[in-house]
């Protein structure tokens, strides 16, 4: 019994205490001096002098109109991840993995093949081809007969979102494909045969076969979904460049940074800045509650 007990305190000395000091410092003790941060003035020209001020940060935030409308642009982006690159993704895995297309070894390489790429030079590569005068609106041109046409969707508040949820959809829908194809190849293809037997057709099959035993890998992609939408920063950040366009594009992580680094003119920014990242969190927080509880409801739906 005590040679055990030896093993046990050598196995917590040796594994479980160096791994939670590492937790400590590097996740809980960052979240909580975030969360403290917000409740106080602390001011780093003021040689890091504070006060405690409670909720003044949060009140603040839910007044400024810009903490609203770089949330309703990361809803965007998030409905453009859940609702765009999850199917899509899904979709063609599908019909990768039923081989309904030649050459898909081809076809799977070239829509995962973003993912090889910096984040930074995908963003670059896209602001390039949606720039008034680049190769998108010299294709406009040609098309309308119009030399003046320009592509302006990029420089108009109410549309530079359209362009940046076309460049998530190219660059991580791939990713989700991946998941998606590694977990049909999982699959029982004596279920697929059955169902042919029965008269099921391909949409029959990808609809009430495939989708069904597929759910729990849906729903960990859209909670993966949900947290990269709400922490995504550097593409829309290469996207848009400074002045306008940047700010009609903002989205929360970008306004945190934007009040913690270059507002110099709020003497509070750091702690209005901790206070915008830890409301990101609760968001994400909030969104996957609500993912995880409307996927339990649609898998006791089916098995009613």
Known sequence: MKKKDNQALAAYLGLVIPGLAVYLVIVAYPILYSLWLS?????PNRGGSWSFVGLLQYRTMLRDPAF???????????????FGQIPIGFALAYILFRKLVRAGIFYQSMV?????????????????????????????QLLSG???????LMLRAETVMYPIGFALIWMYTGLYMVVFLANMQKLDLNLIEAAKIDGANEPQIFFRLIVPLLSGTVLVSTTLAIAGSLRGFDLIFAMTTQGLVRMNAEVLPIFMYRTAFQDYSNPMRFAYGSAISNVIVFISMALILLSNYVGRKLRAGEEH
Not at 68 to 82: G, P, R, T
Not at 112 to 138: E, H, Y
């Open 39 to 43: 409740l106080t003035d602390f001011n």
């Open 68 to 82: 609203w409308h770089a949330l309703k642009n990361n809803l965007v982006v998030v409905a453009v991840s859940v």
């Open 112 to 140: 995962f093949f973003p993912n090889f790429l910096s984040t930074i030079v995908i963003g670059t590569l896209w602001k390039r081809l949606f720039q008034a005068d680049g190769p998108v609106a010299r294709l406009l």
């Open 146 to 152: 119009n030399p003046n046409a320009q592509f302006d």
